[in-house]
């Protein structure tokens, strides 16, 4: 049996049991599986809480579009437009204090799960209870997640208003009349505001998560006198070069604490990426390369030879590798959205 229907069966098992007879099974953070369980879980949480507030202002800016198209001026096709992306402006205020709701009822199961599975996993001497940076780090990821979302609602409602604009010239351009220019409207800026809103809650939850494992994990590694961690990546057919060139490094523990001392002051969702940046793939004159982007600028981290994506236990080939990860910007995991690596002591 494939493994891929192996593991949807388990979480098919896992959510029979969480919701339908309500029982809570111990998920290990460290392991591959219920990382992912627990991503999921908390992703149908935060959708949970906020799908109700984003229909009812798709409905408010879908009213709103609702106008007879081909009779107004290009100045009143704007105001109407600005008047639908107001309708998305709105729901921050709305669904934030639910979602640090949510946030804040795992945040510390989170942490004290991973540090008490590290200290398990790992042999580690070190006391299971929740040490100050682990709160530093619970309150921190608290506080954080909702610059980012603040962000993510106002970059919805901007291409939610370039979506409209875009649907309803194409709709003139055809000669269409109101009640078709507003079917158009509602089917796709419906498909568009709603499905990329489930995906968005599903990356969320999964770097939530893999902060707040990678948090844990070096708290424990400090105090238990570890210095240095080894990055482990899930070694399968999706994992991304970014996370195979990784695999088997070494990084220090104080660089990692250090890293969290800067971003932990940090409140622009813009520094905390630069601090914390994400490993992307890019390609120039024929030469695919790994790299950060800090402050606007790309620091390339390695040419990927040759990639091992699509295959099982195969890191692939780099070359051009960076001298210094940590000064590039590299800390613990995660360093991509759903990204599954995860970190064991040197």
């Keep these: 049996m494939p493994p891929d229907l192996l593991t949807a069966g388990a979480d098919a098992a896992d959510d029979l049991l969480h919701d339908v007879f309500g029982i809570e099974k111990a998920l290990d953070p460290l392991d591959p599986t219920d990382f992912l369980s627990l991503s999921r879980r908390l992703a149908r949480s935060l959708?949970?809480?906020?799908?109700?507030?984003?229909?009812?202002?798709?409905?408010?800016?879908?009213?709103?579009?609702?106008v007879d198209w081909p009779n107004l001026s290009a100045l009143q096709r704007d105001q109407v437009i600005a008047a639908a992306r107001a309708a998305f402006e709105n729901v921050p205020a709305r669904v934030l204090p639910q979602l640090d709701d949510v946030f804040g009822g795992q945040v510390d199961k989170l942490v004290q799960a991973a540090r008490v599975q590290t200290k398990r996993r790992f042999r580690l001497e070190v006391g299971s209870r929740l040490g100050e940076f682990d709160r530093r780090a619970s309150d921190f990821l608290r506080r954080s997640q909702g610059h980012f979302i603040r962000d993510e609602y106002g970059r919805r409602a901007e291409a939610l208003s370039?979506?409209?604009?875009?649907?309803?010239?194409e709709g003139l351009e055809a000669g269409l009349g109101r009640s078709d220019i507003a079917r158009d409207l509602a089917a796709k800026l419906g498909e568009s505001a709603i499905a990329r809103s489930r995906d968005y809650w599903n990356l969320i939850a999964g770097v939530f998560v893999g902060r707040a494992r990678s948090y844990a994990q070096v708290s424990a590694y400090r105090d238990a006198g570890v210095e240095r961690y080894v990055i482990t990546a899930v070694l399968d057919e999706v994992t991304s070069n970014g996370c195979r060139f990784l695999d088997g490094k070494v990084l220090t523990v104080g660089g990692a604490i250090d890293?969290?001392?800067?971003v932990e002051r940090l409140d622009d969702p813009d520094g905390i990426k630069d601090e914390q940046p994400f490993v992307r793939e890019g390609e120039s004159g024929g030469t695919r390369f790994l790299f950060v982007e800090r402050g606007g600028r790309r620091t390339r981290l390695a040419h990927v030879v040759e990639s091992g994506v699509g295959t099982s236990d195969a890191r692939g080939q780099y070359s051009h590798v960076h001298e210094d990860?940590?000064?590039?910007?590299?800390?613990?995991?995660?360093?991509?959205?759903?990204?599954?690596?995860?970190?064991?002591?040197?």
């Excluded at 370039?162 to 010239?169: E, Q, T």
């Design 47 to 66: 959708a949970g809480v906020t799908h109700e507030d984003e229909a009812h202002a798709l409905r408010r800016a879908l009213r709103a579009l609702d």
């Design 162 to 169: 370039v979506r409209a604009r875009d649907i309803v010239a």
């Design 259 to 262: 890293q969290f001392d800067r």
């Design 325 to 346: 990860l940590a000064a590039a910007g590299i800390g613990p995991p995660p360093y991509h959205g759903h990204c599954r690596t995860t970190t064991v002591p040197a």
